[in-house]
Nanobody
Framework: QVQLVESGGGLVQAGGSLKLSCAAS????????MGWFRQAPGKEREFVTA?????????YYTDSVKGRFTISRDNAKNTVYLQMNSLKPEDTAVYYC????????????????????WGQGTQVTVSS
């Protein structure tokens, strides 16, 4: 069982930055791929970014955040981060982190069902 707790959300003006953190419980954090998803009011939850297990040498981003968001992980701290720069009002959403156990085959990072554990979410609001 893995418990995930997000933090770092808040209110920021357009063009500003925020850094989200997701702290995980357990001793096998590095065996999980980690992802960030978000859900805006009235919309479906969507994939934002993911990082693979181990050292996190592979990262994946949805097109709308490429060049602005950066995902990273610190396995010594059991924490994954989401650095968000050049924020836009359309980035306003509840942001969730999620943990995906390493599968026997190929993993679809953008598919919610790849992830077995989810945090409670943290609100990010970007004002124009």
């Amino acid at each position: 069982q893995v418990q995930l707790v997000e933090s770092g959300g808040g209110l920021v003006q357009a063009g500003g930055s925020l850094k989200l953190s997701c702290a995980a419980s357990g001793r096998t954090f590095d065996s999980y791929a980690m992802g960030w998803f978000r859900q805006a009011p009235g919309k479906e939850r969507e994939f934002v970014t993911a990082i693979n297990w181990g050292g996190g040498s592979m990262t994946y981003y949805t097109d709308s955040v490429k060049g602005r968001f950066t995902i990273s992980r610190d396995n010594a701290k059991n924490t994954v981060y989401l650095q968000m720069n050049s924020l836009k009002p359309e980035d306003t959403a509840v942001y969730y982190c999620a943990a995906a156990p390493r599968p026997s085959g190929v993993i679809d990072y953008e598919w919610e069902n790849s992830y077995a554990y989810w945090g409670q979410g943290t609100q990010v609001t970007v004002s124009s």
